[in-house]
Each structure stands twice: as C-alpha cells, then as structure tokens.
C-alpha cells in the first residue's frame, strides 16, 4: 500500500516546477530576439540586392538611350518597358517590394529636371549593419536609418 505524499514534499515540486518553466521562457524569449535578428539581416541582405539592381537597371536605362541625348527615366515603370525603344526593352522585370516595408513604394532621388537619380527605402528603422559594406555600397557606412542607403547612378 503506498504512503500518502507529505504536503512539504508536494510544495517542493510545485517550486520546482515553476522554477522549470521560468527557465523555459526566458531560454524562449532569447531564442526570439536571435530569430528576430536574424530575420532582420535577411532583410537587409535583400535591400542591397534589390537597391542595387535598380541601380543597375536606371544606368542602363541611361546609356542604352536611342539617339544622341541620354535621359533617365520619370518613373520607375519605365524600367519595366521602355517607351523610348520600338520593340520591348526591360531593365527589370517586376518592380521589386521593399523587404524592410514589404510594400513596392520607394523613395526617390530625383534630378532637376525630375529625371529618377536613385532609389532608397522608406523605412526609418535602424540598421544592424552599419560597417564593412561591399566597395559598391561604402557609402552606407555609419548611416543611422533605412531610408539613408540611396541606391543611385551619377548624375549625368
């Protein structure tokens, strides 16, 4: 016949209980604040990739310009087809979503004439990554938000 629990030795697993999910939450929470980066720099990996692309994209628009006088687009649908060119002439296929926003608006650097320079995100987050850039992308060093990484050709 089996003795009865006394009620201090029933309080000691309740302790030890609590004290076992106390652990698992906190262990919980730090393995979501490492996703939560992780995550994070996904996104910015993708921003430089599809920054760059558009920059691409705007210089060759630029110098693949029928005729004698080079122009940049007005709008970024221009990339998508351009009007200038008889037969169909893409610079991009699709006009990518800001992987910071998730939606396809972005900022734009304009030039005088309203000509599209550069792109940028509108998001004013903060970065993780604020060093060791690709030479391409130096100039994103030390800036304190998103929405500073313009992604932008030379004026010409």
């Known amino acids: ?27 919980l929470a ?24 558009f920059k691409q994209a705007l210089d060759a628009y630029y110098r693949y310009t029928p005729g004698r006088a080079p122009r940049h687009p007005t709008k970024l649908e221009d990339l998508l087809k351009d009007p200038r060119a008889p037969g169909v002439q893409r610079y991009l296929r699709r006009i990518y979503r800001d992987p910071l926003t998730g939606v396809a608006e972005w900022g734009l650097v304009r030039g005088p004439a309203g000509e599209i320079l550069g792109v940028h995100s509108l998001s004013e987050q903060t970065p993780i990554k604020t060093g060791n850039f690709a030479m391409a992308d130096k100039a994103f060093e030390g800036k304190t938000k998103y929405a500073d990484w313009l992604f932008m050709i030379e004026a010409k």
């Open 1 to 27: 016949m089996a003795r009865p629990m006394r009620r201090s030795a029933a309080g000691f697993t309740l302790i030890g209980l609590l004290i076992a999910v106390a652990g698992l939450g906190i262990l």
């Open 30 to 53: 730090g393995a979501g604040e490492i996703w939560h980066t992780a995550q994070q720099r996904e996104r910015e990996r993708e921003l430089l990739f599809v920054g760059n692309q």
